[in-house]
């Protein structure tokens, strides 16, 4: 007997995304954007800012902006101990890193877990930071 594979028909035409597994799909269903942002002064070192969300969330991606963009400039993103994002070096332009849509995988947060944000002014120029951390709740 050949092999085969399961074929699943929805008989309404509806595909229930809330029905997928999770977390290539959703979980939550409200939108909600936490904005953040870093005064940095011209001096070369790395700064940080962090959210701790108050319940768990699904983080979707995050945007960063500056007022200034200097040669050898990065970011990074720590979600709990994990880095997320690593030696994201900036452009002549704001940014977005996208981890997931409403189409696609989700990074859930626990309630309680820190999101921390660092920027590495390595050009030493003093610029504002700022970040939005798209998200489900």
Known sequence: MPAGFGVTVVA????RVMDLPHPLYPSKRRPYIKGLQLSVPAVAQTYS????????????SIAMAASGYGLGDYWWADVGTERLLDSIYTKELPESV???TPWSIVYPVAAGTEIK???????GTAKRVWWNLHMLR
């Open 12 to 15: 309404d035409g509806q595909v």
């Open 49 to 60: 800012v962090t959210y701790t969300p108050a319940e768990d969330v699904e983080l979707l």
């Open 98 to 100: 996208l981890l997931g």
């Open 117 to 123: 944000l660092s920027f590495n002014n390595a050009s």
